[in-house]
Each structure stands twice: as structure tokens, then as C-alpha cells.
């Protein structure tokens, strides 16, 4: 089993920048593809961002390309997620998840799951 603890959700200003956390334990991530998801207030859940096992290959959402950045340490079983330019819209729990195959598209590909960590971004 993985353990996936979201943190670095916060309120923030338009224009501001975040960087989440997503600490695995109970087993190591450094072969799980990773991603980010969020799930904005009466939205359903949407991919933001997905990442290989070795890092080296990443993929976006064209709401966040150019402004998000993930990226992951396998040293340290995290992955992370730098948002910057921060907009209203991105306002939503983002969650961290792990497994299926690089590139993970679909809440259901991905066999573990974060909590959430909530961002809010005023206007």
C-alpha cells in the first residue's frame, strides 16, 4: 500500500505562486507514474499534471502548461508541484495520486490517492 500526504495548499493572490508537496511512504513511488488532479468548487475532478518514474518526462494540462511545473524526488519519495502565475480558475483541492501508465490522463488510472490540499487564488 502508498500513502500519499498532500501539503503547501494555501490562499494566495492572482499572479501569486504555491509549490505543493506530495510525500509518499509506505512503499517507494520511484516506479509510479505520479500526477496531480484537482476538483474545483462544483467541478468534477481534472487532470493538471503527470509525470514518468524517472522524471524525465512530464505532461500537461493546457490550462496550467507554461505556468505549473512538476517534478519529483525519488530520493526523498516526493513529488512536487510549483504553480505559478496563479489565476482565480485554479482555485480547487488538488490532490496527489500514483500509478498507471505514463501519461495518466484519467482519475481512474491512477491506483492511490492524496488526501487534497486546498488552494485558494483571489482576484
Known amino acids: 500500500q502508498v500513502q500519499l500526504v498532500e501539503s503547501g495548499g494555501g490562499l494566495v493572490q492572482a499572479g501569486g505562486s504555491l509549490r505543493l508537496s506530495c510525500a509518499a511512504s509506505?512503499?517507494?513511488?520511484?516506479?509510479?507514474?505520479m500526477g496531480w488532479l484537482r476538483q474545483g468548487p462544483g467541478k468534477e475532478r481534472e487532470f493538471v499534471a503527470t509525470i514518468n518514474w524517472s522524471g524525465g518526462r512530464t505532461y500537461y494540462a493546457d490550462s496550467v502548461k507554461g505556468r505549473f511545473t512538476i517534478s519529483r524526488d525519488n530520493a526523498k519519495n516526493t513529488v512536487y508541484l510549483q504553480m505559478n502565475s496563479l489565476k482565480p480558475e485554479d482555485t480547487a483541492v488538488y490532490f496527489c495520486?500514483?500509478?498507471?501508465?505514463?501519461?495518466?490522463?484519467?482519475?481512474?488510472?491512477?491506483?492511490?490517492w492524496g488526501q487534497g490540499t486546498q488552494v485558494t487564488v483571489s482576484s
Open positions: 495520486a500514483a500509478g498507471g501508465t505514463f501519461p495518466s490522463f484519467r482519475t481512474d488510472g491512477y491506483e492511490y
Open positions: 509506505g512503499r517507494t513511488v520511484s516506479n509510479y507514474v
